[in-house]
């Protein structure tokens, strides 16, 4: 498996590239497993759900490690009723810890983090998918 690596515009130094892969059921969970010991890495891999399989989002920033989260079929980000439960015992009548809970459980860090590097730069690789489904 050869990678087309290209420069990262937004860190200085950095290199970027982009994988799509298919595999068994928690493939996605193995392939976060070991990039995890990566620190300096930030990374993305997406598991797509399957018939009888929820999906999967893992990231990774050096600053803040691995966040998990199980996706539906559209890719939104699913939070388990037990979280939304805990988050709202912990915030009690504070509507701003009920915030900061919430956007913990979406994983809004990593989001915020990782979404610079998201865009491709120039001369970055983008795969423009003409038939989906």
């Given amino acids: 498996m050869n990678f087309a690596w290209v420069a990262q515009p937004v860190l200085s130094g950095a290199q970027r590239t982009e994988f799509s892969w298919q595999g068994d059921e928690g493939a996605g969970a193995r392939i976060a497993s070991a990039l995890r010991g990566w620190e300096h890495l930030r990374y993305e891999v997406t598991e797509d759900p399957g018939p009888a399989n929820d999906g999967g989002r893992w990231m990774h920033t050096p600053d803040l490690g691995v966040f998990f989260a199980q996706t539906d079929t559209a890719g939104n980000t699913v939070v ?4 939304i439960r805990y988050a709202l015992d912990i915030a009690g009548s504070n509507t701003l810890e009920l ?7 979406l994983g809004q860090a990593w989001d915020d983090e990782l979404e610079p590097f998201r865009y491709s730069g120039e001369g970055n690789p983008v795969v423009w998918l003409h038939k989906v489904g």
Avoid: G, Y
């Avoid at 388990?80 to 979280?83: I, L, V």
């Fill in 80 to 83: 388990p009723e037990d979280r």
């Fill in 99 to 105: 915030h900061r809970e919430l956007r913990l459980a």
